[in-house]
């Protein structure tokens, strides 16, 4: 197979032997963030797709996600830094009952690589936890993923108790995840939250929306 496609088919088989080798090679044409989006995020969709099916069952599933942590944590010396520090902090969790976090630490390491403190504090975050860090922190933003059904409307609960805390106007909100919508975030939940809520496509609409709090 040609080098992209043995890449991809690494992650869709959860086959870790050899890629190393294939990250070196593939980044003398494409840049680490061109790996990522281009060849290891499609291969997680075909994962996606083929679990959605039936085709796929968990376990190899959960293999894929190992092969895809890997080799992103293998690229991410390789990503572009930026020397500016300190230009704000985020506290990034994944909420209450889920456990997938490739996406949410994609944003830690795109945030981080581009000047933000993030306070990853990991998965299955009750919105109590996620208020302590960004009190604790005093975070300028909070960002919450979630990727199942079940976790947007855990979401919009945050949001409600965000709002019966009064926390509202000082923590702007960034949500991500693939069970989102912007149309969800953009009209369903702008109408529950007090304070900035916006939804982020993609860890670089992520980094977009950030600098936007920041401003
Ligand atoms: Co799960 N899973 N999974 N899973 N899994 C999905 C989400 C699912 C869509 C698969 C499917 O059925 N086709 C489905 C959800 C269906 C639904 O809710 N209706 C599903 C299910 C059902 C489940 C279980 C319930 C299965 C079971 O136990 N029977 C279970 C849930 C456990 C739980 O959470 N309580 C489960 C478990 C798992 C594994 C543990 C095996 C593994 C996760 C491993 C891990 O994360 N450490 C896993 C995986 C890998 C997936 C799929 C295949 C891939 C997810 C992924 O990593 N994608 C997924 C299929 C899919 O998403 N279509 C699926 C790559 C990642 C980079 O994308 O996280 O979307 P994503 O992040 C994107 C953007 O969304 C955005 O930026 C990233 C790209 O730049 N983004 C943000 C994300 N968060 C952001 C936050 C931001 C900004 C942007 O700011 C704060």
């Known amino acids: 197979l040609p080098l992209e496609e043995r890449l991809k088919r690494r992650i869709i088989d959860g086959e870790r032997t050899g890629l ?14 061109e790996i990522i989006n281009d060849i290891l995020l499609d291969g997680m969709k075909t994962v ?3 679990f959605g099916s ?3 069952q968990l376990p190899f599933v959960l293999q894929s996600a190992e092969v895809m942590k890997q080799a992103v944590a293998y690229l991410e010396p390789h990503i572009e830094k930026t020397d500016d ?7 990034l969790a994944t909420v ?5 976090d ?6 830690d390491i795109i945030l981080t690589n581009n000047g933000y403190e993030v306070v990853n504090i990991g998965i299955k975050q009750p919105i109590s936890a996620i208020l302590d860090a960004a009190e604790d922190s005093k975070a300028d933003a909070i960002g919450m993923s979630g990727l199942l059904v ?3 409307v855990i979401m919009k609960e945050n949001l409600e108790e965000m709002n019966t805390r009064g926390v509202s106007d000082r923590f702007p909100v960034l949500l991500g995840g693939a069970a989102l919508t912007r149309a969800y975030v953009e009209d369903d939940l702008r109408a529950v939250y007090q304070g900035e809520v916006h939804y982020a496509r993609d860890a670089f609409e992520g980094l977009t929306l950030m600098e936007r709090v920041m401003t």
């Not at 190393?20 to 840049?31: N, P, T």
């Not at 209450?96 to 997938?100: A, I, L, M, N, Q």
């Not at 490739?102 to 944003?107: A, D, M, P, Q, S």
Request: proline share 0%; hydrophobic share 35%; charged share 30%.
């Open 20 to 33: 190393e080798e294939d990250l070196e090679a593939a980044l003398s044409g494409k840049s680490a963030l």
């Open 96 to 100: 209450r009952g889920d456990v997938h």
């Open 54 to 56: 039936g085709q796929m």
């Open 150 to 152: 079940k976790s947007t």
């Open 48 to 50: 996606g797709e083929l």
């Open 102 to 107: 490739i996406g949410k630490n994609l944003v």
């Open 85 to 91: 520090g300190g230009k704000g902090r985020i506290v």
